[in-house]
Each structure stands twice: as structure tokens, then as C-alpha cells.
């Protein structure tokens, strides 16, 4: 006969009575029957039938489990399944069941121990509260039950995968300090959570903790330790466990391997790392992966060695190994810190070719790279291979355009602005300076002004870059004064005016031949609140240099010491180079003696100043003294000091002098600039070996050097002088293909041309297109074509300082 209140549960409308008539029939052998239902109406036949307490339904659960264990010494089948739907379907609170169970049979009942054990193993693999599930262990075990061994490893295995590492170490922990026994499972369970968290000393000190307690590792447990102690760089343990592995029997898989060689590489010990690779695929069988590959590579790398990393990645590729981004990425990364542009150019376009996407990161280094060396058209090659893969960003954009602005070459980067703007990469404030100084550099004012103008309805506000460039451009132009007034706008958009500013205008007066307003500029500069530094004083000493008022020059030296400022290398070089050019050399040497008494070393700019000095009065041995004193002092000389002496020799017209400090400069590694391949072409074309000229000019444009308006015009006075007028008029349309705008003397030379072999009209085309280029003529370019009488002497060789200055 049932319990009163189990039977009251029964016959109640329980949304959920199966439990209790299903424990019911356990007990009595013949069901109860059921009472009649009177008729109801089908809005109460169909209504959510009340809630039961949970008080109650865990009363119940006691009964029954009672009922069960009276009619059994060891707990019936169905009373596991009784507790097995309890978990699942009643949603008793697990310290509810734990009650239950401890309830319906005295604690020191065996049967108590094997019921609990279930109960945890239930509420743990249900896995929805392992809080809860742990706290019914505790309850277990405060009322004196010990969980089975293997409810213990399902709550561990639950609390590690559900909860945190922290809880599932702290119940390990407190199992293993009650002395209850633990298996390699539970260890495994445990030290993964703890690996995965990065609780990795926790997970060695369990691996440890395994052979005092007289479990042995599986091999997960090994793998764990090993991936554990990599991971704090413990080089020489994770060799030693990898030992243990191998001796207690256990393969170890490829990953474990991989990690060891990655531990010992970052370590530095490529040898054993290489060792450890052998034993792998020895073991293995197999082939060399691309992890381990990569791995490997990388070793190389950290040490500087690219070269046996490049040696590696070649013989995994001819044994089938496919590189990924990652192998790719390194290599490019060690190719371009070590300067092997060549190498990383071609690894990028290798990894487009097989379809894999390099990372924005990786491709700008590739590309600022081919820049740096001058390679602009192997960096646009390679940015139009993956434009349309989103690879390049707004850093991407801003390297190329800035090369191409800087080089004067407006028509590419104003390609690369639209092409920005249909791959809808928006562009940053950096952007706009960069076009502002492209526009700028080419003298575009108008068009600099237009694109300064449309920076606040896009969402830039100007900085001081942004008006430090227009300045320039102003007073590049000459044109100072609205250089000047953008300082009234910058007050008026409240842009701070620093340093930087300030001295762009104290410098540009010196530029414009304004230099006597510099003081009273600056004494107005200083009452806005402008502190001048030594860079101020500086450039306005060089300003004064240059316009050979050498004593206004010495004014403004006192004034800056007096201000308390001492004057350093650039000041000194300033007075040397001014010295020599006013023919003052026993003063720039005395000043030099000055210099080194102050213990201020002299440095490859003061040098070249007397080199430049006495290369330009024609005193090539003066000049050679000082490079030799310039070599006794450890420096390196630089493309300006072998262009001084080029331009001295070519003056000299002494030519094969010139081609030997040419040649000696190549040698020493050091690139020739536009200047000096400029120098070169225009003493080799006014000596008559104009095809000799015509080849360096070749050499350049292939060694990456964008040639200007004074190269052209060297070239174009060589054919001029052999008759080659054709090949002279070609040279203007090169130039405009390269962007280069003409100068006045590349026309009057060109037009002079024409009139000395009678083609007029070709003379009077050339005028009305150099007025469209908006090249103004000069009183040469008037006299030629009123006179219509060639000059005796080219205006090349009677009036052009640009080429005689430079060159």
C-alpha cells in the first residue's frame, strides 16, 4: 500500500506525473485504479493545470526512493532511472536530489553511496549548472558520502569544460587533499583547462603531482605538459618530457613535435630544433609539413640567418609542401629588415601567383621597400595585381602618392587619388598634404588652393602640415606674401603656429631675397609668443650666407649667443660653406680649428663644404686634401661630396676625372642621384660624345632616377650642338611623358636651334607652345625671334646658371 501523500501526488494533475506513477509501479505489484472524472467543460479540460511545489515533488521523490529501497538491500533499477528523470525532467535543484536521496535511507548505507554517485554523475553530464553540481558535492561529502571515482571524473570533466579552470583545479585539489584517488582521465580533464586558460604552471605542477601519486600519464596527459611547458619557454623540460613520452610508449602526434621544435627555435637552438625534426619524421614517416617548415624558417630567421630560411622554404616546396600566408609573411618580413628588396618582391608576387592574398601589412612593407630603391613601377605593378582585393589600404595609398609627389610625378598620383575613391579606400588628412605638396612642388598654386579648399566639406580640418606645405609652395612660387597671409588664417582657425611654421617663413624670406626683413620679421614673430631655437637661428644665418652678407650673418650669430644658445655643426658649416664661397678659405679653416677646440666634430656636410668651395675656384688639390682628411676621420663620403668633385672635373672639362670618382662612387656601393647622372650627361654632351650621353641617360631612368628639367635641357643643348634638332624637339614630348615641365633655356635653345638652320616657322610653333605650357619668354627668347639671328653661342652656355651652378 502507497504512502498517503505519495498517493495524494499521484492521483493530483501533475503536468509531469509520469515520474511518480512510474516509481509507483515498482512498488505494488498491481497498479491503483484510477477515479472517475466527472465531465468538464473543454475550457477547463484544456487549462495549464496548476504548478506543483517543489517542497513537494522532492517529498514525493524521498517516498518513493523509500518505497524502493524497503523492498531491496541494494538499490532497485529503477531507482536509478527514477533519479535519471529527476535530472532531466522535474528540474529538482541538484541539493533538492541530494536531500532526497539522504532522506529516504540512513547515511552509512551502501546503497546511499551508489545513489548519490549517480545523482552527481547525472547532474554533472547535464552540464547546465556545474556550480550547482559541484555544490551537491560538497553537500555529499559534508554528510559524511563519497561520491564513486567515476562521478567524481564526470563533475571534474564538466566543471573543466563548463565552468572555469580556476573551479575545476580548486575541486581537484580539495579531492585529491581528502585522499581521494584520481586517474589519468581526471588529470587530463584538468590540466586542459587549465592549458586552455593559460593557467600553464598549474598544469606542470599536476603532470609532476601524477608519478607521486601513482598515476601514470596517457599520452594526452603528456601532449598536455609538453604543449603547456612550450608555452612558458621551458626548452629543456619539454625536450625531457618529450623523452618520457617516447620511452613510456607514446607516439608523440606531429603538433607535439612541432612544438617542441618552436620552443627550442625561439630559444635560439636551431641544432637541437633540427634534431627534434629528424626524430619526428623518422618517427612519423611522413614528409616535412608546412608548420614545421614554417617553424623552421622562422628559426632562421630570428638569427639573422634569411639566407638558410630562403635555402629551406626552396627544398620544402620542391618536396610538395605548399607554403601559406604565414611562411610567406615571415620570409617577407626577414627579407625587407635585412634590405633584400629583390628577394621580397619576388616571394609577394610568388604568393599572388598562387592565389594567396597577402596581408595589407606585409604588401605595404613590399611596397615602401620598392620605393626606397627607387622601383616605382614594379610597386605600381604589383599594387594593380591585388587592387581589387581590398589588400591595399589608406597607408598604401598615402606611401605611393607621397613617392610620387616628392618625385614630381603629379600625374601618377593623381591617378592613384581616383583610383582611391573607386575602391572606396577614404582617405586621412595625410592624404590631402600629400597632394597638397605634389601640387605644390609643380608650382600647381591653383589647383593646391582648389584641394585645400575642399578639405573642411570632407570632414579634414587643416593642420599645420597642411599650411606648412601651402607656404612653401608660395614661396617656391616667389610669391611670399600669401605665404605670409595663411599665417593670418591659421590664427583665425585656431591651428597652432609652431616652430615649424615660423621658421618656413623666416626661411622663405631668405629664399625670396628678402633676407634683410628676417630681423624685424623675426622680432614680430617673437612678440606672438615665438621662442626661436637654434634650428631659427640657423636657417636665417644660412639665408644671409647664401646672399653673401657674411657680416649680417656674423650679427645674427652674436645675437644667438647672447641669447644663451650655443651654436653646433649646422651653424659652423653654414659660415665654412659662406667663407669659401666668398673666396675666404683661411677663415673657414681657422674655423674649422675653432670647431675642433669646442670638441665639435666635424661631419661629412662641414667637409664637403670646403670640397664644394674649392671645386667650384677649379682648386681640385685643395679640394682632394680635404676628402683625404675626411677619410682619416672615419667618415663615409656621401653622393654630395662625389657630386662636388664631378661637377668640379666636368667644369674643368676634365671628364675622365669625372668619370673616375663616378665610378669610384658606385663602387663603394653609394647610388648616383639625378644630379649626378645630370653633371655627367651635360659634360659628356658639350664634349662631343653625345650617343655616350644619351646612354647614361638610359642608365638612369633604369636605376630608378626621375630626370628634371636641367637634365633635359643638357641633353637637348648635346643634340643641338650636333645638329640633331628632331632628336631635341623629341625630348620635349619625353618630358612631358615623364611630367617634367621645360625650362626657358630648353626652349631659347631649341628656338635658337631652329632659326640657325632656317626653320622659322618650327621656331615661332615652339613659342606659342611655350607660352601654353606658361613659360614666360625672356629678353633672349624676344631678341631671337625679332632678329631672326641664331646667337654665336648657345643660350645654354651664355645663360644658363641653373645648369652651370648645378653641374
Given at each position: 500500500m502507497r504512502p498517503p501523500r505519495l498517493r495524494a501526488v499521484a492521483s493530483s494533475p501533475l503536468p509531469r506525473r509520469r515520474l511518480c506513477t512510474a516509481a509507483t509501479s515498482a512498488a505494488s505489484s498491481s497498479p491503483a485504479p484510477q477515479p472517475e472524472r466527472a465531465a468538464q467543460p473543454l475550457s477547463a479540460q484544456f487549462a495549464r493545470p496548476p504548478a506543483v511545489p517543489t517542497e513537494v515533488v522532492a517529498d514525493d521523490l524521498a517516498s518513493t526512493l523509500r518505497a524502493l529501497l524497503a523492498s531491496s538491500p541494494t538499490p532497485h533499477p529503477r531507482a536509478f532511472h527514477l533519479l535519471r528523470s529527476a535530472t532531466r525532467d522535474t528540474r529538482l535543484p541538484p541539493d533538492a536530489l541530494v536531500d532526497a536521496v539522504l532522506s529516504a535511507a540512513d547515511d552509512g548505507s551502501p546503497a546511499v553511496a551508489k545513489l548519490l554517485s549517480h545523482v552527481l554523475a547525472c547532474v554533472s553530464r547535464d552540464g547546465r549548472?556545474?556550480?550547482?553540481?559541484?555544490?551537491?558535492?560538497?553537500?555529499?561529502?559534508?554528510?559524511?558520502?563519497?561520491?564513486?571515482?567515476?562521478?567524481?571524473?564526470?563533475?571534474?570533466?564538466?566543471?573543466?569544460?563548463?565552468?572555469?579552470?580556476?573551479?575545476?583545479?580548486?575541486?581537484?585539489?580539495?579531492?585529491?587533499?581528502?585522499?581521494?584517488?584520481?586517474?589519468?582521465?581526471?588529470?587530463?580533464?584538468?590540466?586542459?583547462?587549465?592549458?586552455?586558460?593559460?593557467?600553464?604552471?598549474d598544469a606542470v605542477r599536476l603532470f609532476d603531482e601524477m608519478a607521486g601519486a601513482g598515476v601514470k600519464p596517457d599520452g594526452h596527459v603528456y601532449a598536455l605538459t609538453i604543449v603547456a611547458l612550450c608555452k612558458l619557454r621551458?626548452?629543456?623540460?619539454?625536450?625531457?618530457?618529450?623523452?618520457?613520452?617516447?620511452?613510456?610508449?607514446?607516439?608523440?602526434?606531429?603538433?607535439?613535435?612541432?612544438?617542441?621544435?618552436?620552443?627550442?627555435?625561439?630559444?635560439?637552438?636551431?641544432?637541437?630544433?633540427?634534431?627534434?625534426?629528424?626524430q619526428m619524421l623518422a618517427a612519423s614517416g611522413k614528409k616535412m609539413d608546412v608548420v614545421l617548415a614554417t617553424t623552421l624558417m622562422h628559426g632562421y630567421c630570428l638569427l639573422g640567418e634569411v639566407g638558410k630560411a630562403l635555402?629551406?622554404?626552396?627544398?620544402?616546396?620542391?618536396?610538395?609542401?605548399?607554403?601559406?600566408?604565414?611562411?610567406?609573411?615571415?620570409?617577407?618580413?626577414?627579407?625587407?629588415?635585412?634590405?633584400?628588396?629583390?628577394?621580397?618582391?619576388?616571394?609577394?608576387?610568388?604568393?599572388?601567383?598562387?592565389?594567396?592574398?597577402?596581408?595589407?601589412?606585409?604588401?605595404?612593407?613590399?611596397?615602401?621597400?620598392?620605393?626606397?630603391?627607387?622601383?616605382?613601377?614594379?610597386?605600381?605593378?604589383?599594387?594593380?595585381?591585388?587592387?581589387?582585393?581590398?589588400v591595399p589600404d589608406v597607408f598604401t595609398y598615402n606611401s605611393?602618392?607621397?613617392?610620387?609627389?616628392?618625385?614630381?610625378?603629379?600625374?601618377?598620383?593623381?591617378?592613384?587619388?581616383?583610383?582611391?575613391?573607386?575602391?572606396?579606400?577614404?582617405?586621412?588628412?595625410?592624404?590631402?598634404?600629400?597632394?597638397?605638396?605634389?601640387?605644390?612642388?609643380?608650382?600647381?598654386?591653383?589647383?593646391?588652393?582648389?584641394?585645400?579648399?575642399?578639405?573642411?566639406?570632407k570632414g579634414f580640418t587643416p593642420n599645420e602640415v597642411t599650411y606648412g606645405t601651402l607656404m612653401r609652395g608660395y614661396i617656391k612660387t616667389k610669391d611670399f606674401d600669401k605665404a605670409y597671409t595663411l599665417l593670418d588664417e591659421m590664427h583665425q582657425n585656431r591651428v597652432p603656429c609652431n616652430e615649424y611654421i615660423y621658421n618656413i617663413l623666416i626661411n622663405g624670406l631668405c629664399m625670396v631675397d628678402r633676407v634683410c626683413e628676417v630681423d624685424e620679421m623675426l622680432k614680430r614673430f617673437v612678440t606672438e609668443g615665438f621662442v626661436p631655437t637654434t634650428m631659427t637661428y640657423n636657417s636665417i644665418i644660412n639665408g644671409f650666407v647664401k646672399a653673401d652678407m657674411m657680416s649680417s650673418a656674423f650679427s645674427m650669430y652674436q645675437q644667438m649667443c647672447e641669447k644663451g644658445m650655443a651654436p653646433n655643426i649646422v651653424t659652423y658649416t653654414s659660415f665654412i660653406d659662406g667663407?669659401?664661397?666668398?673666396?675666404?678659405?683661411?677663415?673657414a679653416v681657422k674655423l674649422l680649428s675653432d670647431m675642433r677646440l669646442k670638441g665639435i666634430r666635424p661631419d661629412v656636410a662641414a667637409y664637403n663644404a670646403f670640397i664644394n668651395g674649392f671645386c667650384k675656384q677649379g682648386n681640385m688639390s685643395h679640394a682632394l686634401q680635404f676628402f683625404v682628411l675626411l677619410l682619416k676621420d672615419g667618415l663615409t663620403p656621401d653622393v654630395t661630396v662625389y657630386n662636388s668633385f664631378i661637377t668640379g672635373y666636368k667644369n674643368?672639362?676634365?671628364?675622365?676625372?669625372?668619370?673616375?670618382?663616378?665610378?669610384?662612387?658606385?663602387?663603394?656601393?653609394?647610388?648616383?642621384?639625378?644630379?649626378?647622372?645630370?653633371?655627367?650627361?651635360?659634360?659628356?654632351?658639350?664634349?662631343g660624345n653625345v650617343a655616350f650621353a644619351l646612354?647614361?641617360?638610359?642608365?638612369?631612368?633604369?636605376?630608378?632616377?626621375?630626370?628634371?628639367?636641367?637634365?633635359?635641357?643638357?641633353?637637348?643643348?648635346?643634340?643641338?650642338?650636333?645638329?640633331?634638332?628632331?632628336?631635341?624637339?623629341?625630348?620635349?614630348?619625353?618630358?612631358?611623358?615623364?611630367?617634367?615641365?621645360?625650362?626657358?633655356?630648353?626652349?631659347?635653345?631649341?628656338?635658337?636651334?631652329?632659326?640657325?638652320?632656317?626653320?622659322?616657322?618650327?621656331?615661332?610653333?615652339?613659342?606659342?607652345?611655350?607660352?601654353?605650357?606658361?613659360?614666360?619668354?625672356?629678353?633672349?627668347?624676344?631678341?631671337?625671334?625679332?632678329?631672326?639671328?641664331?646667337?654665336e653661342e648657345s643660350p645654354a652656355d651664355a645663360e644658363n646658371p641653373v645648369l652651370n651652378s648645378a653641374s
Open positions: 549548472d556545474c556550480a550547482a553540481a559541484a555544490a551537491a558535492y560538497s553537500r555529499m561529502v559534508a554528510r559524511g558520502v563519497v561520491p564513486d571515482a567515476r562521478s567524481r571524473t564526470i563533475l571534474l570533466v564538466a566543471t573543466a569544460r563548463g565552468a572555469s579552470a580556476a573551479d575545476a583545479l580548486t575541486l581537484f585539489d580539495e579531492m585529491r587533499g581528502k585522499g581521494y584517488s584520481a586517474d589519468a582521465t581526471m588529470y587530463d580533464a584538468v590540466m586542459r583547462a587549465c592549458v586552455r586558460r593559460g593557467m600553464l604552471g621551458q626548452a629543456d623540460r619539454a625536450v625531457q618530457v618529450l623523452g618520457m613520452m617516447r620511452e613510456a610508449g607514446f607516439g608523440p602526434w606531429d603538433s607535439t613535435y612541432t612544438s617542441v621544435v618552436d620552443v627550442l627555435v625561439k630559444a635560439g637552438r636551431m641544432e637541437e630544433a633540427l634534431l627534434v625534426k629528424d635555402d629551406l622554404f626552396d627544398e620544402a616546396v620542391r618536396e610538395g609542401v605548399v607554403p601559406t600566408n604565414v611562411t610567406y609573411g615571415l620570409l617577407i618580413k626577414a627579407c625587407d629588415a635585412e634590405g633584400m628588396t629583390d628577394k621580397a618582391y619576388e616571394l609577394c608576387c610568388q604568393m599572388i601567383k598562387q592565389g594567396l592574398r597577402p596581408s595589407t601589412y606585409v604588401f605595404n612593407l613590399v611596397i615602401k621597400s620598392l620605393l626606397m630603391d627607387k622601383r616605382w613601377e614594379d610597386a605600381i605593378g604589383l599594387f594593380e595585381a591585388v587592387v581589387d582585393t581590398g605611393l602618392i607621397i613617392w610620387f609627389c616628392k618625385h614630381h610625378k603629379l600625374h601618377e598620383a593623381l591617378e592613384l587619388w581616383g583610383k582611391m575613391k573607386e575602391a572606396g579606400v577614404t582617405p586621412s588628412i595625410v592624404t590631402y598634404n600629400n597632394l597638397l605638396l605634389g601640387y605644390c612642388e609643380k608650382g600647381c598654386m591653383d589647383e593646391a588652393l582648389k584641394l585645400y579648399s575642399e578639405m573642411p566639406g667663407y669659401c664661397r666668398t673666396n675666404c678659405c683661411d677663415l674643368l672639362k676634365m671628364m675622365e676625372e669625372a668619370w673616375k670618382f663616378y665610378d669610384s662612387m658606385i663602387n663603394e656601393g653609394i647610388d648616383a642621384d639625378t644630379e649626378t647622372y645630370t653633371t655627367l650627361i651635360d659634360g659628356f654632351s658639350k664634349a646612354e647614361l641617360y638610359s642608365e638612369m631612368l633604369a636605376k630608378g632616377n626621375i630626370p628634371d628639367d636641367k637634365t633635359f635641357t643638357a641633353l637637348a643643348h648635346g643634340l643641338c650642338r650636333i645638329g640633331d634638332i628632331d632628336g631635341a624637339k623629341k625630348l620635349l614630348e619625353e618630358m612631358r611623358r615623364l611630367d617634367v615641365r621645360p625650362n626657358i633655356f630648353t626652349y631659347n635653345m631649341l628656338i635658337n636651334a631652329y632659326i640657325r638652320y632656317g626653320n622659322l616657322q618650327e621656331a615661332f610653333q615652339l613659342h606659342d607652345e611655350m607660352l601654353k605650357s606658361g613659360v614666360m619668354p625672356d629678353d633672349t627668347t624676344s631678341d631671337l625671334l625679332v632678329s631672326l639671328e641664331p646667337l
